[in-house]
């Protein structure tokens, strides 16, 4: 299932925004129909968010625009995801910017079943896994991160089960992560996410497995969330993985440096389209949290199982 194809000089994007519902697709003839997609969540997911933006680039080259400056546009539609400032800085250093995207459309493709292979290492037979937010084939150009290590461990017939929480506000766990398991034939069960601690503590949970937005050397930027994921985790000594490719790693600075992008009100203040709060609700909308390295089990990469004790040593040789 590709998130994405370039046709006729086009970028087809699937409109997340309309599933389960409705399975439809949104064309970029622009780069500021890519800015468009970006911003609204047609797209979304770090690794997808990286390859749509360098095809947003090859649309301005193709239609003779100032690349320094679809850049910095393309950079400001979503500041926390480090994957976007990776692949614009990439195509800004290429020859041929349509060529250049192409190549990383397929390098996501076989980043993606290399973190697979990795991770199935780590899933035992009859394991259930929880996974928050969607790190799948729709984060990704296809296959996914941390659910293209579900995919493997299952077509490797481990006999495993899905956890998926919701993932408010938005809903991604629910709308987006639940329809995957279900087009691939996956057992998965959908769960409130207030609800991952008991069933952790009640021992229903085997293992975490969750993408990231940004790596550093002290921890990640994830779906907000993670972070009370990750601290239920560690209390009930429940191996706990991040799943991401090295284009989401950034050694320049921490994860408490990081800008984590605030969000419309309107996405905590209405669900399916019904308002749940009082009029004049004053709302805090972060997209994303931060989950320090202390908590983390390992980080799984296409280049194989990064250790915590490790991370430092890793970000100097990554310079």
Not at 49 to 63: E, N, Q, S, W
Not at 214 to 219: E, P, T
Request: with cysteine; glycine share 8%; aromatic share 8%.
């Amino acid at each position: 299932m590709k998130t994405m194809e370039w046709k006729d000089n086009r970028l087809v994007l699937i409109d997340q925004t309309k599933l389960p519902d409705e399975l439809s697709y949104f064309t970029c003839k622009t780069y500021e129909d890519v800015i468009i997609a970006i911003k609204t969540m047609v797209v979304r997911g770090a690794p997808a968010i990286g390859v749509a933006a360098a095809f947003g680039m090859a649309l301005g080259y193709l239609d003779g625009e100032n690349l320094e400056n679809v850049g910095k546009k393309l950079k400001a539609s979503r500041p926390t995801a480090v994957n976007l400032f990776w692949a614009v800085d990439r195509i800004l250093i290429s020859d041929n910017p349509l060529e250049e995207a192409k190549k990383m459309y397929i390098e996501d493709i076989d980043t993606n079943l290399a973190i697979g292979r990795y991770g199935a290492e780590i899933i035992e037979k009859g394991d259930t896994i929880l996974t928050h937010c969607n790190a799948g084939a729709l984060a990704c150009v296809d296959y996914g991160t941390a659910l293209g290590v579900v995919r493997t461990a299952h077509h490797q017939d481990k006999d495993i089960k899905v956890i998926c929480d919701e993932t408010r506000p938005r809903g991604q766990g629910a709308r987006l992560s639940v329809w995957e398991m279900q087009h691939e034939g996956i057992p998965v069960k959908l769960i409130p996410d207030v609800a991952s601690g008991y069933l952790m503590m009640t021992h229903k949970i085997n293992k975490v497995v969750i993408g990231a937005d940004r790596v550093a050397f002290d921890g990640i930027v994830n779906k907000v969330g993670s972070f009370l994921v990750a601290l239920a985790a560690k209390r009930f000594h429940i191996p706990f993985y991040v799943a991401a490719p090295l284009s989401t790693f950034d050694h320049e600075i921490s994860i408490y440096d990081t800008e984590i992008e605030e969000r419309s009100p309107d996405e905590v203040l209405y669900y399916g389209g019904c308002r749940i709060a009082p009029k004049n609700t004053e709302v805090i909308n972060p997209a994303f949290d931060i989950v320090p390295d202390d908590l983390i089990t390992g980080i799984i990469t296409e280049k194989g199982i990064i250790h915590p004790k490790k991370f430092k040593e890793f970000f100097i040789n990554l310079k």
